[in-house]
């Protein structure tokens, strides 16, 4: 019987999937993907200052360090008060598994690949230029930005396309790496201790912690489920 599009999608999903996992759990296989561990970081600064941007903040800049960690500041009064603080808050873990679900979505269809692929690579450069602000995070950014250009521009379209479904695995997936994160009161970032992003929305919300890290790890999981429906329903 012959394979359908959808199914040969999901099938290269799972393996990509099952490998990281297996990486994680070595060395050397984290070593590979600290790269991508870098992304996920860059997608979750820029998920808490695309979303202080979208309720009338301002973004001021972000950083990424080498160990992993990141910061992004923002100031300004926001529309919904504390609800939007809390939503900038909790905008930065759900980052990395949107955009992973942006681009398993893109990947179903070839002729959605090459845009999505020169989307990402502006969305990097002009982070690049406009918001961050640390030594590592600014070549480290615009490495990423010059190479998914130019796979956009010289891949094939088969290439471009498991080079989405790559980046959208591994996005997705960074929130099995975070779920400590999650259920943290604090965290260290650039030697210095400061509330977690849950700990933020405990402070404008008043559940506790750890139940807002509960809802973001669902909300994550539902996300993926729902990507990975439409992708490949549409493949």
């Not at 599009?5 to 490998?19: D, H, P, Y």
């Not at 561990?37 to 903040?57: D, N, P, R, S």
């Not at 979505?105 to 020169?118: C, F």
Request: proline residues 2%; hydrophobic residues 50%; positive net charge.
């Amino acid at each position: 019987m012959k394979m359908t599009s959808g199914n040969k999608l999901l099938l290269v999903i799972i393996a990509i999937s099952i490998v990281t996992v297996a990486m994680w759990q070595t060395d050397i296989g984290r070593l590979i993907l600290y790269p991508f561990t870098v992304l996920g970081t860059w997608f979750h600064e820029m998920g808490h200052g695309l979303m202080a941007l979208i309720l009338g903040g301002s973004f001021i800049d972000l950083e990424i360090n080498s160990n992993g960690s990141g910061l992004a500041r923002w100031s300004g009064s926001l529309f919904l008060g504390d609800f939007g603080k809390a939503a900038v808050a909790g905008a930065g873990p759900m980052g990395p598994t949107i955009a992973g679900a942006i681009c398993i979505i893109a990947s179903a269809k070839e002729k959605w690949t090459k845009v999505a692929l020169y989307i990402l690579s502006a969305v990097l450069f002009i982070s690049a230029i406009y918001w961050v602000r640390s030594w590592f995070g600014i070549p480290v950014v615009i490495g990423f930005g010059i190479l998914t250009s130019f796979i956009a521009l010289k891949g094939n379209r088969q290439f471009q396309r498991y080079t989405l479904i790559f980046l959208g695995v591994q996005s997705c997936l960074s929130v099995y790496l975070s779920i400590d994160y999650l259920m943290m009161s604090h965290g260290t970032v650039g030697g210095e201790t400061m509330n977690s992003d849950t700990a933020v929305m405990e402070q404008y919300l008043f559940l506790p912690n750890y139940i807002w890290g509960g809802f973001i790890i669902l909300g994550s999981i539902l996300t993926i489920w729902k990507s990975l429906s439409y992708a490949l329903k549409k493949a």
